[in-house]
Structures are given as structure tokens and as C-alpha cells.
């Protein structure tokens, strides 16, 4: 076990039983020497199948939803870090169903902020998403109200200890949801076609444990405010479905609905607050803190430096673009 920052702490992480949450637990419990891992969700069944694969005694499961704020000011006591990535995330469904949504997202992050603060939990990372940026869907558009409520939680603490912050990546290879298994799943049913939204389509990409790896250490930089970008490739959703089923043809379905052709990032309306780093960005806040803070350097002692003006990192922009075999690796 490595001796460091997050040694005897208490980290709750909700929507703990999803598969950003899986590879967390499996992550810490390698890596590190906490005192206890809550995880907080909905899902009974999950829950005890999650518990079979992770027999450790500094597991706790923990059944509530993030609406509600009793279930969650039981779940907070004695805990240090909160990873929040409990959300609502099929694009379609959420505009079909719009409240039940934002009762997730955006009620239930506020939730989050209260009880964080209610408890003295002393930091805070709030998961977010590429669809945040310039949404044009209602799950783009949750998230971005959830990264404003978390990032307004630092002035909101006032002189409370608890800061917030948040991560923003791109899709995620091989979570539930992406794209990735099903085209796996035509494969071996010998489908007759691959279905792609449109063949200018382009996506960033990241692997789970590149996911987990960078919010792990967004807790050690964090100064409280900012929001954190990795540096990822991009690929075409063609050549994404090429490399999957390189003998199977493709089939143009549209876009679905609150689809984009691209995912930005960063876009170019921010570009005066963004900041570079070897391996990542950072957005400061957009608002003032009673107490000024300089986000070139993080808490690491690493240096960024501003970008130029107009400046916008997008998955059809990007200087970083998966090939076939980069991407068979990730998986």
C-alpha cells in the first residue's frame, strides 16, 4: 500500500456500483491505504453483485439516491473526499424524461454540495462531461448547471473548509452506454451492418483507468474551483467502427436526438480562463472568490500557462487522434 494522500481517509463515491465506480474502488483498494470506501446508489442488485468481486473490509454499501438529502447526511458522516458521479447519462432518455433528469443532475448535485458542506467533507470532485460544453441536449445541459452549482459551492462555503471541483473527459471505452460494446456485440452476432450516427462524427476518447487515475489526482491538485480537462485522443466514428469491424459494412442512421457532429472541451468563449499543463487543462472560475486564487500553479507545484485567445480544444480539432491499433489496445 502507498503511504500518501489519501492514507487513512474515507472516500464516499455515489453512483459507486457503475463502471467509473468499479474501476475506482478496484484502483484504491490496490493503490491505497484508506481507512473506508462508501459506495452510495440506488441499486440493490448492483450493490450485492459489486460485493462479491470486492471482499474487503473497508467496503461499505450504502442503498440511497442523491435526491435524497436525509439518506445522504446518514451517508456523509466521518467522510473526507466525495467523488460525485451519480447521474442520469442516456442522452435519448433524458429528453423523453426531462424532470427525472434534472431531479438527478442538477437537484441532486445541489444536494451533494449541502450535505458536503453540513458535514465538513473536505473535498469535493463533481464528474462531468464533454456534452457540457455549448449543450445541445438536456443531459449537456444538467451537466453544465451541476459544474456551475460546484464550482459556486467554493464561494458558497464561505470560511467551511470544504472545497469543490470538478473533471470534465470525453466517452469513456467500454463503459455501459458506449458504443463500443455494441458494435463488439454485432461482431459476434454476425450482423449484417454497423450502425454510425454520421460519417463526419468525431468523439474523445479515454480508458477507465486513465478516467480514474486523473480524478484521483485532480484531489491532489485541487485548489477548489477550477475544472479539470485531460489531454485525450480523438477518433472518427467511422474509423472507430472500421477497427471494430473491419469486414462488416456500415450503415449512416442520423443523429439522434441532442446529438453533436463534435465534442468540444474547452471552447473559445472561455479561452481567457484556461490554462495549459503537460498533460491536462484547467478552467478557472468564472466568478471571484472572496479570497483570490491563482490557478497557474496547482497544489502539486505544477505550472500551466494561458492559452492564447480564441483558443478551443475539440475532438475535430484535437492534435491527438487514436489509430486502429492504439484503440484495440484501450480495449
Not at 450504502?62 to 447519462?89: Q, T
Not at 467551511?160 to 466517452?171: A, I, M
Amino acid at each position: 500500500m502507498t503511504i500518501d494522500f489519501f492514507t487513512d481517509k474515507v472516500i464516499l463515491i455515489t453512483g459507486g456500483t457503475g463502471s467509473f465506480g468499479k474501476q475506482c474502488v478496484k484502483t484504491l483498494l490496490t493503490k491505497y491505504n484508506l481507512k473506508k470506501i462508501i459506495v452510495y446508489s440506488r441499486d440493490e442488485l448492483k450493490q450485492w453483485e459489486m460485493a462479491q468481486v470486492f471482499d474487503d473490509d473497508r467496503m461499505r454499501y450504502f442503498i440511497g439516491d442523491v435526491r435524497d438529502i436525509e439518506r445522504l447526511n446518514l451517508a456523509m458522516r466521518g467522510v473526507d473526499f466525495i467523488i460525485h458521479a451519480a447521474a442520469l447519462k442516456q442522452i435519448p432518455t433524458a429528453e423523453y424524461n426531462p424532470m427525472e433528469c434534472i431531479k438527478t443532475n442538477i437537484l441532486g448535485a445541489n444536494n451533494i454540495i449541502d450535505v458536503a458542506l453540513a458535514s465538513g467533507v473536505q473535498k469535493v470532485v463533481a464528474l462531468s462531461t464533454d456534452k457540457a460544453v455549448n449543450p445541445t441536449n438536456l443531459y449537456g445541459a444538467t451537466k453544465l448547471a451541476s459544474d456551475k452549482l460546484f464550482v459556486a459551492a467554493n464561494n458558497i462555503a464561505g470560511g467551511l473548509p470544504t472545497r469543490f471541483s470538478v473533471v470534465r473527459y470525453g466517452n469513456v471505452v467500454g463503459s455501459r452506454g458506449s458504443v463500443i460494446p455494441l458494435f463488439q456485440k454485432l461482431v459476434k452476432e454476425n450482423s449484417s451492418e454497423i450502425p454510425i450516427t454520421d460519417p463526419r462524427m468525431t468523439r474523445f476518447w479515454i480508458t477507465l483507468e486513465q478516467g480514474v487515475e486523473f480524478v484521483l489526482k485532480a484531489f491532489q491538485r485541487m485548489k477548489g474551483g477550477e475544472t479539470f480537462i485531460p489531454k485525450i485522443p480523438s477518433m472518427k466514428m467511422t474509423d472507430l467502427g472500421s477497427s471494430i469491424a473491419p469486414n462488416i459494412p456500415q450503415k449512416i442512421i442520423g443523429i439522434r436526438p441532442g446529438e453533436k457532429l463534435h465534442e468540444a472541451m474547452c471552447n473559445r468563449e472561455v479561452s481567457h480562463l484556461v490554462y495549459e499543463f503537460p498533460d491536462h487543462f484547467v478552467i478557472r472560475p468564472t466568478i471571484e472568490f472572496q479570497n483570490k486564487i491563482d490557478y497557474s500553479m496547482n497544489e502539486l507545484g505544477e505550472k500551466g500557462q494561458s492559452v492564447p485567445e480564441g483558443f478551443e480544444y475539440s475532438s475535430d480539432n484535437n492534435t491527438d487522434w487514436l489509430t486502429k491499433e492504439q484503440l484495440l489496445s484501450m480495449i
